[in-house]
């Protein structure tokens, strides 16, 4: 069995967070490409800000 680091589990939920954005706004009927480009990136708590959801 694989453990796996804090790290790799946040970039892991942070991309299926991303995948699931996009599949609602296909749903509704959306351009999931133009709504990413608009949303925010999250980013490491080492770069001094952070989104909040």
């Given at each position: 069995m694989k453990f796996?680091?804090?790290e790799e589990k946040k970039?892991?939920?942070a991309t299926v967070r991303r995948r699931n954005y996009a599949a609602s706004l296909r749903l509704?009927?959306?351009?999931?490409?133009a709504a990413e480009r608009k949303?925010?990136?999250v980013t490491s708590?080492?770069?001094?800000?952070q989104v909040k959801a």
């Open positions: 796996q680091t804090l970039a892991y939920f509704e009927g959306l351009d999931p490409a949303q925010p990136r708590p080492q770069s001094g800000w």
